[in-house]
């Protein structure tokens, strides 16, 4: 692993410009700088730890106000625009330089920016659906509003589709994630604390020729890195294009 210095990644860009098949794999860091807050930095909504409890099939089974007040409040950002790392990446992929983004987040922002090969491991908050009839519902319906989101058709609580605790990746994003991965010669990795699974896996997994960490903070693949740069994202993609 080298940590370099921002200011050296010109070997990073060779590199990017050069690959078969470049993919870029991220998290909540590469939203930060648009506003939303991430998880795991020091001021990140797992300040609090019972945090993740408010995010779990639990909470929204058994406590379902509870849930769709933390999720209204904490995961659902309509004012949020996409900022330069969305951007970068959207005109990375249309000059045909990156094949695929694979991210963790719901927000949508990487489509808002353009991108339009976007893999979302995690669901999305624009989508919801009714947990009893199973009918699709556009966002409004649970992000607007207050107390339990019901299904106009049969009644039944609505529900956003994004993957809670305690719940399974959907399959075929796992599967386009993970066909990418090891398609591809060239993964940035950025945003990301990586502690969560299976996601991180595609990183423990990469058989590709150059790994490239972005990140403020470590991560525990640092060391598999072949380069690992230690600053924020959009400033890192400012100097890919
Ligand atoms: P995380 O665990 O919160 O890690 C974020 C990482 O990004 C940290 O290591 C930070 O140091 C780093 N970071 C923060 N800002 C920047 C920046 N500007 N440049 C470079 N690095 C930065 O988040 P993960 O994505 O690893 O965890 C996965 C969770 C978080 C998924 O389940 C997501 O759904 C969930 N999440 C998503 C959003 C969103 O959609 N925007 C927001 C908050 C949480």
Do not use: W
Request: proline residues 5%; negative net charge.
């Amino acid at each position: 692993m080298t940590e370099i210095e921002l200011k050296h990644s010109e070997r990073i860009k060779e590199l990017l410009y050069s690959a078969e098949h470049a993919v870029f794999f991220g998290g909540a860091g590469v939203s930060t700088e648009s506003g939303i807050p991430d998880f795991r930095s020091s001021d990140g909504l797992y300040k609090d730890a019972s945090n993740e409890y408010y995010l779990s099939r639990t909470c929204l089974m058994k406590e379902p106000e509870k849930f769709f007040d933390f999720y209204r409040k904490n995961m659902v950002f309509p004012d949020a625009k996409p900022n330069k790392t969305h951007l970068a990446l959207a005109e990375l992929e249309a000059m045909g330089v990156i094949k695929a983004v694979i991210t963790q987040n719901i927000d949508g922002l990487h489509q808002a920016a353009g991108s339009r090969n976007v893999i979302e491991l995690h669901g999305t908050t624009s989508s919801c659906y009714c947990m009893g009839c199973k009918k699709a519902y556009p966002e409004e319906l649970i992000n607007k509003g207050v107390g339990i989101p019901r299904c106009p058709s049969c009644g039944s609580v609505l529900r956003p589709d994004v993957t809670l605790y305690e719940e399974s990746l959907d399959g075929f994003s796992l599967y386009s994630a993970k066909k990418h991965v090891d398609m591809s010669d060239l993964m940035i990795v950025g945003g990301t604390s990586l502690k969560v699974f299976p996601a991180a896996g595609f990183v423990e997994d990469f058989s590709g020729k150059h790994l490239i960490i972005v990140n403020l903070s470590p991560t525990p693949y640092d060391d598999k890195a072949e380069f690992v740069i230690r600053a924020s994202l959009s400033e890192f993609f400012e100097r890919m294009l």
